[in-house]
T-cell receptor, first 112, second 116 residues
Framework: GEDVEQSLFLSVREGDSSVINCTYT??????LYWYKQEPGAGLQLLTY?????DMKQDQRLTVLLNKKDKHLSLRIADTQTGDSAIYFC????????????FGAGTQVVVTP | DVKVTQSSRYLVKRTGEKVFLECVQD?????MFWYRQDPGLGLRLIYF???????EKGDIPEGYSVSREKKERFSLILESASTNQTSMYLC???????????????FGSGTRLTVV
C-alpha cells in the first residue's frame, strides 16, 4: 500500500519550537493522529484531529491539517528535554473498519 | 485506567523455539493488532483481529500465527523462532468502526524479543 511519510530525524534546542511534518495518503481519512513513543515504551496517543478541522491546539501542541495537500504537522512550543521521543503520525483508512496506517516515525532529540 | 498489557517486557529465546507473546486488554475492544517495530522501518502490521476467533494477515505475516479465543486476549505465535525475528513487538487494541476520535489505538508497552 501507499506510505504515510515523515522525516526520520529532528534536532531542536530546548525552549525552541519543534515542527514535525507528515504527508498522508487517504484524502477521505476521518481522523489523523499523533503518537509519542518514549525510549523502551509503547506508543501513547498524543493528540488527534478530525478531518473537518484545519487546526487544533492543546496546551503546547498545535496540529495543522492541510487537506488539499494531505499534509499534517505537529508543533511543540517551548520544547523540553522530556519531549525527546519518536513521534508517529497515523491516518484512519476509510476502506477499513478502523485500521490505522502509521508513518515510520520522527526521532526528536532536544539539546540543552 | 484502561490498559493493554503485554506479558513480558524482555524475552530471550533460542532459534527454533516456539514462542508465545501474550496481550490482554480490559477495554472490551473488538479490534486487536500485533506490530513489530524495527529501527528505520517504523511499525509493520503482522496480524489483526476484529472479533473473537477472527484473524486477518497484515503486511508481514510470514513466520507468525495468532490466536484469539477470548475477546480480551490476542496471542502472537512464532512457530519456529529465527534470528531475523529479533525485534520489538507491540500489541494494540481499538473499538470498532471509524470515527472513534480520541480513542484511536491503545498500545501495550511492548515486548523486546531477542532470538539467539
Amino acid at each position: 500500500g501507499e506510505d504515510v511519510e515523515q522525516s526520520l530525524f529532528l534536532s531542536v534546542r530546548e525552549g525552541d519550537s519543534s515542527v514535525i511534518n507528515c504527508t498522508y495518503t487517504d484524502s477521505s481519512s476521518t481522523y489523523l493522529y499523533w503518537y509519542k513513543q518514549e525510549p523502551g515504551a509503547g506508543l501513547q496517543l498524543l493528540t488527534y484531529i478530525f478531518s473537518n478541522m484545519d487546526m487544533k491546539q492543546d496546551q503546547r501542541l498545535t496540529v495543522l491539517l492541510n487537506k488539499k495537500d494531505k499534509h499534517l504537522s505537529l508543533r511543540i512550543a517551548d520544547t523540553q528535554t522530556g519531549d525527546s521521543a519518536i513521534y508517529f503520525c497515523a491516518e484512519s483508512l476509510t476502506d477499513s473498519w478502523g485500521k490505522l496506517q502509521f508513518g515510520a516515525g520522527t526521532q526528536v532529540v532536544v539539546t540543552p | 485506567d484502561v490498559k493493554v498489557t503485554q506479558s513480558s517486557r524482555y524475552l530471550v529465546k533460542r532459534t527454533g523455539e516456539k514462542v508465545f507473546l501474550e496481550c490482554v486488554q480490559d477495554m472490551d475492544h473488538e479490534n486487536m493488532f500485533w506490530y513489530r517495530q524495527d529501527p528505520g522501518l517504523g511499525l509493520r502490521l503482522i496480524y489483526f483481529s476484529y472479533d473473537v476467533k477472527m484473524k486477518e494477515k497484515g503486511d508481514i505475516p510470514e513466520g507468525y500465527s495468532v490466536s484469539r479465543e477470548k475477546k480480551e486476549r490476542f496471542s502472537l505465535i512464532l512457530e519456529s523462532a529465527s534470528t531475523n525475528q529479533t525485534s520489538m513487538y507491540l500489541c494494540a487494541s481499538s473499538p470498532t468502526g471509524t470515527g472513534y476520535g480520541n480513542y484511536g489505538y491503545t498500545f501495550g508497552s511492548g515486548t523486546r524479543l531477542t532470538v539467539v
